[in-house]
């Protein structure tokens, strides 16, 4: 073995020996490579040291200048100021006035464990700064967005409240924890947690701190009385007092208590069954009743709180502030006698309003009317509740989106007929009838529902969405359900406020720019630092959807099918949207509410300055329903009377008509298309629309052209027929008819004749005798005719008629069979023939009355009526009207065969003569029959009713 390992070990001496120079030095390259990894960690190592001491420098330098752990400031607060839109007058000073604190020992467990575990579950382990739980918030943020989830321990919710301004700055997040840490170390877990409970803000009407809001909300004596499902309702206020309030938004305050209910379970504080027992508690149940009213601006001041908390974070009740404010105090002043019953008679007690109103250039909320009979922390009619907007809507997501994305016209041409949604329900307009082709102006003017569908329909329930959220109303995620297209006539589940809808209507007034309505315009703090509040503008639409929207909403105020035109008021140039709403049908037969019970009516309007969000109504469906006329125009008397007050002494101003819009001409719509009108259009036929730049009709209506050639037409052959009729009516102006009759050797003897007669003049003879009247001849050109055997001492009348309208008249009186004949017993002509002209024109118009049975509706007969019947004098007395019912009756919508005993036709004020048989008309002349030697008398004409229809 020896050998063996000295032979191995020479081997490899000699191998050694052997290897190539440059081979051996391959050992000093490992140790390069050591080196240079050396280097690698030495260069990382000295990176992180000065990377260290600068983040460190840096840490230093940003908490030098923080506030110092004031224990007057953590106890105590400072109240804030609040600024009317003048920036000097203080309207209000909110503080710590309506405080009460109370010691940690005070509190029941449950209500830590309640704060604990939905504020900060890891309160006692931490020391003023949770790392894990900021590693959880930015994954959080990460995922779901910037916001998703604050990373903010009790602890720093002190320190942030009572030291530092909101502003969401590294700096301020890094003082921030600095503070915190400093906090943890003067002061024991359970103070600090008993500062916060007693700083804490929780409900409009300055509530704050734990045992006020016990005694707020539940009327306890103690916060020590609370009870489980209690106390989880008050833990889950802070993050959105208003939200989630119990007494004006139970369902989301349902869902807030619940998750806090979880979370207690989730982290051992309670059992799961305990939890499940608590939420079987209406949240309502043990509310006490709100009854501490309301102080001056107190509504306005709400929203100037809520809007500051959520905009900066601060506490406007203990952080000192000053907050500037929209507030115009001549408005608002005005808006509470409004609701106070001292401008407009409201029907009851019960009926409620609310209203808000906006500067259209800023969208600053001028003034808010929040309700009647307010209490303190109650329901707020104009910026908490939600209910379906009705027609209002239509604006926004139907005509809006249209002329926005297909540029429709104020006149688009859209047929209101039978129709249904996509899915085969049937949809009706409010008075279940149909107005066929109509513009889309007057579609709105109107508040149809059909167009209204088919104006969403064009344009889509996306562009609708999108138009929509541009004015701040984001529908469906608030509502949790797609657009539907019962969105296009309001009908969603949830609902808007006077607010949201005031901010959207005022981007129709404001070229299309929107401002988000809001109450603060800046806010400053203790220590001189400013934040700017304003909401910058957006754009919304464009210039020329706001301005044609407009248009089309002025006629919704001024046209006489508009629904507004209560509204008009001198001097103002107002446009505006209607709208209501119906109850359900199980609402309705609980409540028993009529089918004309509406539920809620809504006006909004604006003029060049301002806009008004009116919605009025009943708080629950059993507290009542609007149905007199006093009830349902009750919002457009409101924004009546406020317009008015708010206008005066100011500049009225106008809507600007933008570059990108022009006005045309155009024949009303009877088809899909619009054209221009001919020059044979009639004038009541033309209208003038709105028509975005390059998209004006070209094409000019041949419809009437047509029907201009046909009448041509006619009134050339009716001219040369009136020509013929005059000539031939001058040829026989002269004529002159004669007739004579005598009598001898038992006979009569009558002959005819005329002067100055033409060729084609005819005749026509008559006899009237004991035995009745016959004609005796008719014919061209004179002649005679005997009569043999006349009854003896009878009287035979004879009368000739010519085709030109003139007669003449003769008699004879036959001698008694002991007279002798003789041919004195003949008699002259009457009148030379000439006197009885008014007996042909008798004649000739005696059925001037026929078809004058019209029945009660008279609007139904058709003009022509009275001329249907000719040669029937006048035959409907009694009711016969025998052979004329065809002509008389055609599509009058009365079966009158004959009279039928309607004798109202001018309103029965002239009742018919005792022995017409039922005259036609209660004002008509009764016809005397004619005897056979005395003309005819006329009947007197009857005048054709007029009514409306």
Do not use: C
Request: net charge neutral; charged share 25%.
């Amino acid at each position: 073995m020896s050998d063996n390992y000295r032979s191995r070990e020479e081997r490899r001496r000699a191998m050694n020996d052997n290897k190539p120079e440059g081979k051996s030095q391959g050992k000093p390259k490992k140790k390069k490579k050591g080196g240079l990894f050396r280097k690698i960690v030495a260069a990382v190592l000295l990176i992180g040291i000065i990377g260290l001491i600068a983040g460190v420098g840096t840490f230093f330098a940003m908490i030098s200048d923080a506030p110092k752990v004031d224990d007057s400031v953590l106890k105590n607060s400072f109240s804030s100021k609040v600024y009317a839109n003048d920036g000097k007058t203080v309207v209000k000073e909110i503080g710590a006035q309506k405080r009460t604190y109370v010691q940690y020992d005070e509190i029941p467990q449950v209500v830590k464990n309640a704060f604990i575990a939905t504020e900060d579950v890891r309160f006692y382990k931490h020391h003023g700064v949770d790392f894990y739980r900021i590693g959880g918030a930015l994954m959080a943020n990460f995922k779901n967005g910037f916001g998703a989830e604050g990373g903010s321990t009790i602890t720093q919710q002190v320190v942030k409240n009572s030291f530092l301004s909101p502003k969401k700055t590294v700096k301020r997040k890094v003082q921030e924890m600095w503070l915190a840490y400093q906090l943890e170390r003067k002061y024991s877990k359970q103070q600090i947690l008993e500062m916060y409970l007693n700083k804490i803000y929780f409900a409009s009407g300055e509530v704050y701190g734990i045992e006020r809001a016990a005694e707020k909300f539940y009327g306890v004596k103690s916060v020590k009385d609370l009870t489980l499902d209690e106390a989880a309702m008050l833990a889950g206020l802070p993050k959105a007092p208003t939200t989630y309030n119990p007494v004006t938004n139970p369902e989301n305050a349902t869902k807030r208590r619940n998750t806090v209910l979880n979370l207690m379970a989730k982290n051992g504080f309670i059992t799961q069954a305990e939890a499940d027992k608590a939420k079987q508690v209406d949240v309502q149940a043990h509310l006490a009743k709100q009854t501490e009213s309301t102080s001056k601006y107190d509504v306005f001041i709400d929203q100037v709180i809520e809007e500051v908390k959520k905009k900066t974070d601060a506490d406007p009740f203990s952080a000192g502030l000053e907050i500037y404010t929209t507030l115009d105090t001549n408005a608002q002043d005005y808006v509470d006698d409004v609701m106070n019953n001292k401008v407009v008679n409201f029907p009851n007690d019960k009926f409620q309003a609310g209203l808000v109103v906006v500067d259209n250039e800023t969208g600053g909320i001028q003034a808010i009317g929040g309700g009647r009979n307010r209490v303190s922390g109650g329901l707020n009619f104009a910026t908490n509740m939600r209910r379906q907007p009705g027609s209002t809507i239509k604006p926004i997501l139907d005509y809006g989106p249209a002329i926005e994305n297909l540029k429709w016209s104020t006149g688009q041409p859209i047929k209101d007929e039978e129709y249904h949604y996509s899915n085969g329900t049937p949809i009706r307009n409010f008075g279940r009838n149909y107005k066929g082709w109509v513009s889309a102006r007057e579609a709105l003017g109107r508040s149809l529902n059909i167009p209204a569908l088919k104006a969403f329909q064009a344009t889509g329930a996306d562009k609708a969405k999108e138009f929509a959220t541009g004015l701040g109303l984001k529908l469906d995620e608030e509502d949790g359900e797609a657009y539907s297209e019962s969105y296009s006539i309001g009908g969603f589940r949830t609902g808007v406020t006077p607010l949201q809808m005031a901010g959207a209507y005022s981007a129709f007034a404001n070229e299309g720019m929107y401002n988000a309505p809001h109450t603060v315009t800046k806010v400053k703090f203790p220590d001189g630092t400013e934040i700017d509040l304003t909401p910058k503008p957006k754009r919304a639409m464009q210039d020329y959807t706001a301005f044609m929207m407009t248009d089309m909403m002025k006629s919704v105020v001024n046209e006489s099918y508009g629904t507004a035109r209560a509204v008009r008021t001198p001097g103002l140039e107002i446009a505006g949207k209607t709208g209501t709403s119906n109850f359900s049908a199980a609402e309705k037969q609980r409540y028993n509410i009529p089918d004309a019970g509406e539920k809620d009516v809504w006006f909004n309007g604006f003029t060049p300055n301002y806009t008004i969000s009116v919605w009025t109504g009943y708080e629950t469906a059993k507290d009542g329903y609007i149905l007199s006329p006093n009830e349902t125009g009750m919002a457009k008397n409101i924004f009546k009377h406020v317009i008015t007050h708010i206008s005066e002494g100011k500049p009225k101003g106008s809507f600007k008509q933008p570059d990108s819009v022009v006005e045309r001409s155009v024949e009303k719509p009877t088809g899909k298309d619009l054209k221009r009108p001919s020059g044979s259009t009639p004038s009541s036929l033309i209208t003038k629309e709105y028509f975005v730049r390059g998209t004006a009709p070209t094409k000019v209506s041949q419809t009437f052209v047509k029907k201009e050639k046909e009448e041509k037409k006619e009134d050339k052959k009716e001219d040369k027929k009136e020509k013929k009729d005059n000539k031939d009516n001058k040829d026989n102006k002269d004529v002159k008819p004669k007739i004579t009759a005598s009598y001898s050797g038992g006979a009569i003897s009558v002959n005819w004749s005329a002067s100055n007669a033409a060729s084609d003049t005819t005749f026509t003879v008559t006899m009237s005798s004991p035995n009745g009247s016959e004609q005796l001849a008719s014919g061209a050109g004179a002649g005679g005719k005997t009569i043999s055997n006349p009854a003896p001492g009878a009287t035979y009348s004879f009368t000739v008629t010519t085709n030109t309208g003139q007669s003449a008249s003769s008699s004879v009186k036959v001698p008694d069979s002991s007279d002798q004949a003789t041919e004195d017993d003949s008699t002259k002509p009457e009148d030379d023939g000439t006197t009885d002209d008014n007996q042909n024109e008798d004649n000739s118009n005696t059925d001037q009355n026929n078809g004058s049975d019209q029945g009660d509706d008279s609007s139904t007969q058709p003009d022509d009526n009275q001329n249907s019947n000719n040669g029937n004098n006048g035959s409907n007395s009694g009711g016969s009207n025998s052979g004329n019912t065809d002509n008389n009756n055609n599509d009058s919508g009365n079966a009158n065969d004959g009279n039928n005993g309607n004798n109202n036709n001018n309103g029965g004020t002239t009742p018919p003569p005792a022995d017409n048989g039922g005259s036609d008309s209660g004002s008509q002349t009764p016809q005397t029959p004619a005897t056979p030697s005395t003309p005819s008398t006329s009947a007197t004409p009857q005048q054709e009713p007029t009514t409306e229809n």
